[in-house]
């Protein structure tokens, strides 16, 4: 099985959802405010605690976004993925 983290951002909120294979496992959202870093983590842990997964069993983190590239949100997003991706190729 192949799971995915895929972050979505849209102007009035976020949502992050667990693929497994392409099909949604889980989904958690949060409107959009000041505070993605925080919300975005959390939301992973509840995710891959409600999964009984660990971090690593989860290969890929893409983000689909509506916002600009200047937004501080896709900006997070887009280091999240940077680093998902680092720290699961060096498993």
């Known amino acids: 099985m192949l799971y995915t983290f895929k972050l979505k951002l849209e102007k009035t909120k976020s949502e992050l959802s ?4 392409g099909t949604v496992k889980a989904v958690r ?3 959009e405010a000041r505070d993605m870093g925080t919300k975005v983590f959390e939301a992973m842990a509840e995710i891959l605690k409600g999964e009984g997964l660990r971090p690593d069993e989860v290969s890929d983190c893409v983000v689909e976004s ?3 590239d ?3 949100s896709t900006r997070i997003a887009e280091t999240l993925k940077k680093v998902y991706a680092f720290g699961v190729k060096r498993k």
């Open 66 to 68: 509506d916002l600009p």
């Open 18 to 21: 667990l693929l497994e294979d």
């Open 29 to 31: 959202e949060w409107p």
């Open 70 to 72: 200047v937004y501080t």
